[in-house]
């Protein structure tokens, strides 16, 4: 099977602070990665790096391949392009923008890309229907419960039919009847769009459901 991504030799400094050291990884085409290991090992760092939001020490030898682009070798505009296009992010606190409402949150990717169609909020509304929350459309995420927040941020990282979704403890803050539902809703929507999955997670039903768990400890993937 395809790789959709390559990373090869990414590390990461922050002053005299290592928090990766030389990392490779790959993850295919429909495969579903956890990033596992103690708080402070560099698991967030990675997936920034993995998912464009943060970039690598430079080392000619470093390269973070996705959908055959080498990411390190953009500029920022472009990459900042790339990422809007080919990505999707879930994040722990699920981010939404207070003062729009859900549909409108769903959105933001495809204004951030120059597109303010009609097809565009169809599509968004589509994605609520599919994700049990279309009525919760026109409300605020101040009106919405944890887990309808995390959902309208799950349809706001599918709204540009991402390949690969990184996700930051998507379940952290969630009770365990929504973090089964969510971790259930991933599983279900690999099989029905295609995409890739890069979770980082302390969970651990989720990580075992995974079809490969990667543990890092001190900045070094675990073998």
């Known amino acids: 099977m395809k790789h959709i991504l390559t990373a090869q030799h990414i590390s990461k400094n922050y002053g005299d602070l290592t928090v990766l050291s030389e990392v490779c990884l790959s993850v295919k085409e429909k495969e579903i990665i956890a990033i596992v290991g103690p708080s402070g090992a560099g698991k967030t760092t990675l997936l920034h790096i993995l998912g464009t939001l943060d970039r690598p020490n430079e080392d000619p030898k470093t390269e973070v391949i996705i959908n055959t682009t080498d990411t ?3 500029s920022d505009k472009k990459l900042a392009q790339f990422r809007n296009q080919n990505m999707g992010f879930i994040f722990q606190f699920h981010e939404l923008l207070p003062e729009f409402t859900a549909l409108e949150n769903v959105c933001i990717p495809c204004w951030l890309g120059g597109s303010f169609s009609k097809e565009s909020k169809e599509k968004a509304l589509r994605l609520l229907k599919r994700l049990g929350i279309a009525d919760r ?12 927040q995390q959902r309208v ?15 930051d403890e998507p379940s952290g803050n969630l009770d365990s009847e929504n973090a089964d539902r969510l971790h259930d809703l991933f599983f279900e929507l690999r099989e029905e769009l295609g995409c890739s999955f890069v979770i980082v997670t302390h969970n651990k039903d989720l990580a075992d459901r ?10 070094k993937i675990e073998v």
Do not use: C, M, Y
């Open 137 to 148: 459309a026109s409300h605020k995420p101040g009106a919405l419960s944890g887990g309808e």
């Open 153 to 167: 941020a799950v349809a706001r990282a599918l709204i540009n039919d991402p390949k690969i979704i990184f996700a």
């Open 72 to 74: 390190t070798q953009l």
């Open 210 to 219: 995974a079809d490969r768990t990667i543990s890092l400890k001190d900045g």
